[in-house]
């Protein structure tokens, strides 16, 4: 009986070894970026603004994870604008803000000011945009933040900051 026991545990161990399941992580992670922003005075014309900042997924908490990524779930998203100095009078009359070709939000007659020193966080829900989000994400390294359009500031040049806040976790296959 002894035999037979110790061949059962020995059989269902070489079983039980022969079995390899991959592991599967879940991690939290938050990115933020800042996109700095200068506006020189506009003496009463609109100035094209077009400023731009690359997130590398492949760099900070998910190196070790970037090729092991098998989702991506943005949990929440927003932006908000900091750091201001300058003309309080300047707005930016019309822009978008994009990762890489998808437009995330439009920006119209927006007093730059009175957004940064009221901190004002516009926040990202739109599904379909999150859903483009998480796949840049989880098909590419890296993704490029830009903001284009218009500024006006004829009182003055002004300097700010783009804060971008992204939520996510990454299913990761061990």
């Known amino acids: 009986m002894k035999k037979v026991t110790l061949l059962m545990f020995l059989g269902l161990l ?6 390899f399941e991959l592991l599967e992580l879940e991690i939290n992670n938050d990115l933020t970026e800042n996109i700095e922003v200068s506006v020189p005075q ?3 014309v609109t100035d094209a603004i077009d400023f731009a900042k690359t997130i590398d997924l492949s760099a ?5 994870y970037v090729d092991k990524i098998t989702a991506i779930e943005i949990t929440a998203f927003n932006y908000k604008f900091t750091e201001f100095t300058g003309n309080a009078n300047g707005t930016i ?3 978008v ?21 009221n901190e ?14 998480e796949n ?3 098909n590419n390294n890296s993704t490029v933040i830009t903001l284009t359009g218009t500024a006006l500031s004829d009182d003055g040049p002004m300097d ?5 806040n992204i939520s996510l976790i990454a299913t990761i296959k061990e």
């Open 120 to 133: 004002t966080v516009f926040q990202i829900t739109d599904p379909t945009v999150i859903s483009k989000l």
């Open 160 to 164: 700010f900051k783009i804060e971008v």
């Open 97 to 117: 803000l994009k990762f890489d070709d998808v437009l995330v939000s439009t920006i119209n007659n927006l007093n730059i000011s009175q957004a940064a020193n």
């Open 14 to 19: 070489v079983v039980s070894c022969g079995k």
């Open 60 to 64: 900070g908490d998910f190196a070790e």
């Open 93 to 95: 009359p019309s822009g």
């Open 136 to 138: 840049i994400f989880l």
């Open 42 to 44: 506009t003496f009463g």
